[in-house]
T-cell receptor, first 115, second 115 residues
Framework: DVKVTQSSRYLVKRTGEKVFLECVQDMDHENMFWYRQDPGLGLRLIYFSYDVKMKEKGDIPEGYSVSREKKERFSLILESASTNQTSMYLC??????????????FGPGTRLTVL | AQSVTQLDSQVPVFEEAPVELRCNYSSSVSVYLFWYVQYPNQGLQLLLKYLSGSTLVKGINGFEAEFNKSQTSFHLRKPSVHISDTAEYFCAVSVPPGGNEKLTFGTGTRLTIIP
């Protein structure tokens, strides 16, 4: 069964802290994504990665960075957390379009609160 | 660039009644279209997708959607809803060959089933 896991379901951090959100997939997918979900705004793409050590900015990359040292793991980093980064964060993965016309598989999400 | 509009943020429906969730898209090129569902406290799950071919697409849990190119719409329908259909539904679009890659989401429609 396809599985995308995220390290925490709920996380509370203080303003200015460095925050790591971890995502692991067991499907050998090349593509991995980080989205932010806010009420009334839907899902917005933060960063994505097509391969190990490769990353591309999405629609809202400001205040975030990512790391992909291994194929199965994609980390989202908040260098200095701010209250406006309080949100639900969703990770997803997929195989390359040239191989499959499948779609993205999502993790359960991490609800981050920054105080 | 592509965009997706979900006209209704909330839709209340009586149990066993039919439902239609509306989705319109904007794009200067051909697109792939998706509907995802998010049950409470869970990640997103693919309901159905349109890549090419028949404009009527059937998905899981009795849902179907019809691609209408002239009206740039991809409305989701179910003839008889159940309590278990209570969830948030997201329409999304991507540009070929990127069916597995960058998705642009709508803002979501919260479907509430009234017993």
């Amino acid at each position: 069964d396809v599985k995308v896991t995220q390290s925490s379901r709920y996380l509370v951090k203080r303003t200015g802290e460095k925050v790591f959100l971890e995502c692991v997939q067991d499907m050998d997918h090349e593509n991995m994504f980080w989205y932010r979900q806010d009420p009334g705004l839907g899902l917005r793409l933060i960063y994505f990665s097509y391969d190990v050590k490769m990353k591309e900015k999405g629609d809202i990359p400001e205040g975030y960075s990512v790391s992909r040292e291994k194929k199965e793991r994609f980390s989202l980093i908040l260098e200095s957390a701010s209250t406006n980064q309080t949100s639900m964060y969703l990770c997803a993965s997929s195989s390359p379009s040239g191989i499959s016309t499948d779609t993205q598989y999502f993790g359960p999400g991490t609800r981050l609160t920054v105080l | 660039a592509q965009s997706v509009t979900q006209l209704d943020s909330q839709v209340p429906v009586f149990e066993e009644a039919p439902v239609e969730l509306r989705c319109n898209y904007s794009s200067s090129v051909s697109v792939y279209l998706f509907w995802y569902v998010q049950y409470p406290n869970q990640g997103l799950q693919l309901l159905l997708k349109y890549l090419s071919g028949s404009t009527l697409v059937k998905g899981i849990n009795g849902f179907e959607a019809e691609f209408n190119k002239s009206q740039t719409s991809f409305h989701l329908r179910k003839p008889s809803v159940h309590i278990s259909d209570t969830a948030e539904y997201f329409c999304a679009v991507s540009v070929p060959p990127g069916g597995n890659e960058k998705l642009t989401f709508g803002t979501g429609t919260r479907l509430t089933i009234i017993p």
